[in-house]
């Protein structure tokens, strides 16, 4: 598929950073036509992608980095966020609803990048970091209007 | 984010705003504990009418919030939430154990 766009983002381990994650993400989206909902899943589904990495991935620790790759085609955003943190033991596990390791935290994360974006996929292993790959078409949710008559 | 809080009868009113995740839940939390520590609260609102974002990282601490106070057989509710944020807490079930209300006023009448 041919990009029209192309950008990365590498910034500190630090919750100050994910909503400058998300901002910067939704602003380079906006290049393509999404509607303003659009948008805003967009910045939930980064935040939750990034929110993990701090919190899980680094345990909180400041010092690490995590690093965007997003790419823009005539019809797509696709997001690259990938951390160098502890990775996740069993991938299929975190992805259901309510899983967390955290009494306080709803396990709703990847819930969110699921219902929010068009396609995920996560990507890890213990010690190994974690890929999370996920994709958003313009307007997924409207049915196309052929105009052949 | 402003965080602003008021004590009437027993009912601890929250008022939140502006975009809310991992970097202000701390914070949050922090204050909310305190607040809690500190004064007789039997229940708890989240006017959420100036909030523009939130994700889950809040809504752990608003959960939490919700376990210590049904712990004393107390009740925590939501108001006013714009519509993204509206979405979020619905997918997230949290309408399930907070009712949600179009005013304070009106949650304060429903509560006591």
Known sequence: ?149 | MHLDFELKDNTLIVRLSGDMDLGKADYLRNSLEAVLDQQQVNNLIFNLAQVTFLDSSILGVLLGRYKRISKKGGKVCIVEPQPQVRRILEMSGLFQVMEEFPGEDIALKNIG
């Open chain 1, 1 to 149: 598929m041919q990009f029209i766009n192309q950008m990365k983002l590498k910034f500190l381990s630090i919750p100050a950073n994910v909503a400058f994650a998300r901002v910067t993400v939704a602003a380079f989206a906006s290049q393509l036509d999404y509607t303003l909902s659009d948008l805003e899943e967009i910045k939930v589904a980064v935040s939750e992608a990034v929110g993990n990495s701090i919190v899980h991935g680094y345990d909180q620790a400041p010092d690490y980095y995590i690093e965007i790759f997003a790419t823009l085609t005539a019809d797509t955003l696709e997001i690259r966020i990938k951390d160098d943190g502890k990775g996740i033991e069993n991938v299929e596990k975190a992805l259901q609803p309510a899983f967390s390791t955290d009494a306080e935290r709803l396990g709703l994360g990847f819930v969110f990048m699921h219902s929010f974006m068009d396609s995920l996929k996560v990507e890890s292993q213990p010690g190994n970091g974690t890929l999370v790959i996920m994709s958003k078409r313009v307007g997924a949710s409207i049915a196309q209007i052929s105009t052949e008559q």
